[in-house]
Every structure is written in C-alpha cells, then in structure tokens.
C-alpha cells in the first residue's frame, strides 16, 4: 500500500508553502510573497511519531476567468480526492473570508478528514481573540500556528497523526527508477506526463514558463514502478528576470541531481537549440542516464529519410551525447509514448552497471594489445590495470607510469572498448580517472 496523503488546501497567499516546508524539513515548495505562486501539487514525504505520510502543497483556490487560476482550482479539486487528510489553512490575521466560507463548504462535501489551521498566529501566550471566529466554519477546533515562527506545529501534526487511516505495510520504492523530465519551456513535458498518467496531473497551456516547480508522480505499469519528475523549463540566463523564475531553474538543477534517468525533451519543429545544448550538458555532467526525446513529431512532414536526418543534425549539435538514444513522439496523441519505458529501464540499469575487476583487466589487456598506449619524447604509457570506483555513471580508474603520457584520445579509445564490451552502455557517460602507480 501507499503512504497516507496529507493535502494543504486554502486561499493564495495564507502560507501553505512555508507550512508545507516546515514539516518537510527543507525548502522544496518555492515561496514567494506573491498571490497565486504554487500553481501545481507538490508533494513531499514527512514523518512524525514514526508514521510517513505524503504531504501535498496545492495551488490557492480563488474564483477566476484567467486560465491557470481557473486549473488551480481543478489541481485542488483532485487533491481533495487523493488526499486522505485535510489540512484546511487560513490567516487569522484576515479573519474569516467569503473565500474561506465557500472552501470549508467545499471541504464538508469532501467526507473527508479535516484539520483548521489558523496561521500567522505570531504572538505567544493566550490564545488569540480571533481564533474564536474560525468556529463559525463548522469544521472543529481551529489550531492557531505560526508557520514562520513554528509556533503550534507540532500540535497540527499530532492531529495529522491521529486522522491517519490504519497503518498499512508501506511499497517498497527500492526498485523505483526516478525521471527528471527536462528541457527549455513549453516542448511538452507535462503533456507527456499527463498522457503517460491519464490524469490531468500537470497544469498544461500554451503559456511558457506554467510549471514552475519540479513535481514528482509515482506511476506503475507491466514495465516497473517509476517517480516522473516534471521540471519548469530552464531559459537562458537573461531571460531570467525574476526570483520566482530563478527558483524554478534551481529546482529544474536539483531535480536533475536527485534522478536516476533524464529525459532530454526537444521540439522537433525547433530542433536542437542552444538552450537544449545547456540543458543537456547539465544532465551529462551530472553522470545520469540520458535519453533524447523529440517531440511533436506528429506535426513534422516526413519521408523515408527524415529520421536519419534528425538524428545525424542532433548528434551533430550534441556530440557529446552520441550514447543518448533518441526516440521520437507525440505527447499529444501517444503516438511511441510506450516504447519510453522499456528506454527508461535500459538505461538505468546501463548507468548502475558494475564489471567484475578481471572481466575489466580482460577488456583493458586486449585494449592494450590492439592498439599500443602512445609515446613522447621516447617514453611510452604503460597502462597497468583498471577498476571500477562506482556506478552512476560507471566510473573506471586506470593506473599508469605517468599521467601526462594519458592523451585524451587514448582516454576515448579505452571508453569505447568498454561500451563495445557491454553492449554499448546506452543511454550512460563513462568516466575515466587516470591515477599513477606509485
């Protein structure tokens, strides 16, 4: 079974972000002091009192014509049927809204669980005046917080505690491959992770820029158990022009440091871009598993040549991800979206691949006989044996007389005896660290 899911529902701008990080323990909802911030659910594992539970950061519910607004409130509404507890929060310092008023109506209709919390309860001592109003909204005892000064906090997550449905034995996410999806603005990251969940799960628009959080969705089918990760789109430095879009792009890095396989997404009208060039440079510095995903390719006129062609111009623009495979979709209609998964475990177990020392002295001593280390100024390279330091990438040490005699062509050539060993290593970068023999 899952872990039970907390939701955080109420107004724009009553602190859910900084409530939501608090109890998480780090920043991972962005804050901002700016109405309407959150847009997607994010969502966070906490613990308290040794149960684990999914906390979720919505977007505020406010009435509105304007579009992501108005998907707000649907991104709320479907939190509400996921969550098993609700945490309803509001600012005392306003006092009861109409807002407030309409959402504890919505809350009732739920039958679900529901905690009110009263935030920016700032002062400490007796218990507010203001709280007193709260109970006009029929849900129970407020509890008066303060989220910045983590005042009451604790007596919230007690109640969380006792609303928790019966514990039940928790997955086991050991076999669970995390994928960053990543690219420049609108190329379709969350349309692919909506088709792929069959859930509107991502806010989408044609507006560039509408996700700004990187968000996880777990998702299991016949090919394994996978966290997709939705990241805002990374523009250019001078397109960043704000804080908010600065976190975003902090978030978009993160995220891409914590998967296991990133899927590099393109616009196959725009091709390869050198915003895509920088993106994916992050990725294979980072050592993931990577895989090129052009999409929209429904839209492009094609004949027998032109897959060849896109590849040999992203190749080209992207030299050094010539281990990526490329596949080719259409988020929109589905068309190859299936084949992703197969991709996704191939190279995952292709970046977490670990060669047995003598199986690789094997590879290296043949290496060595077919083509002779290189020579300078009379001295030759002596190569004289290599092993594995560590997976994710594979990474190999090479013990030598004399590092400076290790060309980078040399470095090359052994990186490619090792992929032909190994069927390739797709999808994965090789490192090599060159150590002299002492």
């Known amino acids: 079974m899952s ?4 939701a955080i529902i109420g107004r724009p701008n009553v602190g859910k972000s900084t409530f939501f990080n608090y109890i998480v323990g780090k920043r991972i909802s962005i804050v901002e002091d700016t109405p309407g911030v959150t847009r997607d659910r994010i969502y966070a594992d906490a613990n308290w009192r040794g149960r684990s539970f999914t906390l979720v950061d919505t977007g505020g519910i406010e009435e509105s014509e304007d579009v992501i607004t108005a998907q707000m409130r649907k991104q709320v509404d479907i939190a509400i049927d996921l969550a098993d ?37 700032d002062t400490f001592g007796e218990v507010p005046n203001e709280l007193y109003e709260f109970y006009n909204l029929g849900l129970g005892e407020p509890y008066a917080v303060s989220s910045v000064n983590a005042k009451g906090i604790g007596d919230v997550l007690d109640a969380i505690y006792e609303k928790l449905p019966a514990e039940n034995e928790e997955e086991n996410d050991g076999d669970v491959i995390k994928v960053a999806l990543i690219g ?51 523009r250019r430095k001078s397109k960043v022009e704000d804080n908010l879009e600065k976190y975003s792009v902090m978030r978009s890095l993160l995220a891409v440091e914590r998967a296991d396989v990133c899927v590099l997404m393109l616009d196959a009208k725009d091709g390869v871009t050198a915003q895509d060039a920088k993106i994916a440079g992050e990725a294979h510095e980072a050592g993931k598993g990577i895989i090129i995903v052009v999409n929209k390719w429904d839209e492009i006129e094609k004949d027998d040549k032109t897959i060849e062609k896109y590849k040999k111009d992203v190749y080209d623009k992207l030299s050094y991800l010539s281990y990526a495979p490329i596949l080719f979709i259409s988020a929109k209609t589905g068309q190859r ?69 290790f060309h980078f062509s040399y470095e090359r050539y052994l990186v490619n005896q090792i992929r032909k060993e190994f069927g390739g290593l797709v999808g994965t970068p090789v490192r090599i660290i060159v150590r002299e023999k002492e």
């Open 337 to 405: 979206v299936n084949k992703l998964y197969e991709m996704i475990n191939m190279v995952a177990s292709q970046n977490a691949l670990r060669v047995p020392t003598a199986v690789l002295n094997d590879i290296l001593n043949e290496a060595v006989t077919i083509v002779q280390p290189p020579t300078d100024k009379g001295k030759r390279l002596k190569v004289f044996y290599m092993t594995q330091a560590q997976t994710k990438p594979p990474t190999f040490v090479v013990f030598v007389n004399d590092k400076e005699l």
């Open 85 to 121: 507890v609700i945490i309803f929060l509001t600012d005392i310092k306003q006092g009861v809204t109409s807002a407030d008023k309409d959402i504890a109506l919505l809350l009732r209709k739920s039958q679900k669980p529901i905690i009110l919390v009263c935030n920016k309860s």
């Open 184 to 234: 420049k603005p609108n190329v379709g990251k969350s349309s692919l992770i909506n088709k792929i969940l069959g859930e509107e799960r991502m806010i989408v628009s044609d507006i560039a820029g509408t996700t700004r959080d990187a968000i996880d969705s777990k998702f299991s089918n016949e090919y394994g158990n996978y966290v997709f990760i939705d990241t805002a789109g990374i």
């Open 3 to 6: 872990k039970p899911t907390v």
